[in-house]
């Protein structure tokens, strides 16, 4: 397989033999490829920012800085890499953080390869897709309702869906990209565990996120 159309792969942990051993597995498969590694927060952020790597795998627990900034500063520098975390740390608050920050997955080190490469390949071709292998305490946290959390901007978007206005339209009103919106409202549908737009709405009404008042009827329903 020609290397342009291999997953590019940046490894951040700060334990040499951890890295060694995730680029043994993922060099071994044709369609993946390891072109950077680093061991700490600063030097993983300019890791990414030079290489712009199709994925970041990174550990939470490496030194220099907050993993939820790390985060931030990678999304900021290299918006394209999809990032997810590879980590011994179970914590629901911190999931949600990250989450909330664009993370794109979230792995427990005690996942096996094929599931490693698995979710790989799942966030690099599946634009929407989120994938979380953790605690079933950790997801029920996250997911609920009574214990959603949505941030002043995701609140704003998923009232503007509620006006059943679209991607580009939302983008238009709120000055930023389609791009942005579609990923806040990947952050919306995990932590409302919602499957839709629809979905997702109904759910924030029934917690009391957001006024029936936003809601309007689609043009379908209107002419229906």
Known sequence: MADDARITIVLVDDHALVREGLREILDSHDDMTVVGEADHSEEAVACVARLRPDVVLLDVEIPGGEPTDTVTRMRALSPKSQIVIVSMYDGPQL?????????????????????????????????????????????????????????????????LVAQAMSNGQIAHRLLISEATVKRHLRNIFVKLDANSRIDAVNKAINASLISPQHARPSRRDRHG
């Open 95 to 159: 999931l949600r953080q990250l989450i909330t920050a664009g993370i794109r997955g979230y792995l427990l080190k005690s996942v096996d390869r094929t599931e490693l490469v698995s979710a790989i390949r799942s966030v690099h071709h599946g634009s929407d897709r989120m994938v979380l292998a953790v605690s079933r305490d950790s997801l029920a946290h996250i997911q609920g309702a009574d214990d959603v959390a949505l941030s002043p901007r995701e609140l704003e978007i998923l009232e």
